[in-house]
């Protein structure tokens, strides 16, 4: 039949078509995309005993619309990522019920119980002890199983083959890692920080060390990512009592720079702190990026006596390490740069009354973590750069 676009009625008979779902009398579905570039579905039952998701690449950018085209092709890289995480995190991602590439459609389970991380912590809750340290953990598991330390090297070039994602990575390459510090029709920011947009634009030490992160973006293919791991791709809550972290949307993902994960998850939270700050709320935002940092390594260096490729030594593992760590501060600066002078901004600051001092704070820490990430060593250090007066 072809590629066609689901609209809201026609969910039920596709569920139907596709085995996900009998009873045609007894469903009701709603849209509730919430991201920049896909279409997301419930289909649940009157009782509420039964309920799936289905998420739709459409042929655009779902906010741009028709205008910023863009290859549904993606679904099959968000397939492919969740094909390899539920080999080493199967409880931290949604369970996938089935893929269909002909619509690029996946169905999978229904998360609306619980929260995606940005909305929590917007209200003001806190990330609680297990989300950061999940987090590092999972990014860890991705990350050593698809390197060429957990995974044999034939095997690996062939995930490195099947893993190209050009148009998505174009996008960060462009939004993430460029845009913001030339002039281009994507950005916008709010007049309260005009003048650092600016300077930043002037700015040529942090050009070229942002021209540094891009390369490593483009080239450096250490293992299979999320590619999108904000806050917005976590959802958490509580399942039986126990706490809950699930990871989606790896629509982004590819074989890269291991440090564009942990980045972007500091990222997101560095900026939700600022955002707590200025509401003068007392969180536990700050200890995120050592908590993600700590359960990162602690996981990478147990899984190391497992490496199928004994060449590398352990004394290559503390240089390796410090090479995640000092790209990942990196990534975490362009991160949080793009989210305020770039294209997509972050509710985290958009909803506040007034987000410019939040707002220029975070523009100053992200430079600082792109221009001295080689010499911030650890998150003491890290924590002394947010905590300066600006
Ligand atoms: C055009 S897409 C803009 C952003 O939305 C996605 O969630 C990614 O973060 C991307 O950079
Ligand atoms: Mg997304």
Known sequence: MGYRILETGDIPAYLRERGHWEDLDDIAVREVSDGNVNRVFLASDAAGTRSVALKQALPWVRVAGPSWPLSPDRANAEARAYEQLAKVAPDEIPAIHGYDPENYALV?????????????????ASYGPHTSSQIGRLVARLAFSTSDFGMPSAERKALIAASVNPELCKITEDVVLSEPYIEHEHNHWHEGVADLAAQFRADVRLRTEVADLRHVFMTSAQSLLHGDLHSG????????????????????SFVGPIGFDLGLYWANALVSEERA??????????????????AFESEFRALWPTRVDTFFDDAYLDRFLRKVWTESLGFAGTEIIRRIIGYAHLTDLTTLEDPVEASRRALLIGRELIVRRAELATPDDVRAVVATDR
């Open 108 to 124: 999978m389970e229904d998360l609306s119980d619980l929260e995606v991380l940005r909305t929590v912590l917007n209200a003001g």
């Open 233 to 252: 791709s976590v959802m958490v809550g509580t399942r039986e009592g126990a706490p809950v972290v699930r990871v989606f949307d790896p629509e982004f």
């Open 277 to 294: 700050r200025t509401l003068g709320r007392l969180t536990d935002h700050a200890d995120q990026l050592r908590l993600s940092w700590e």
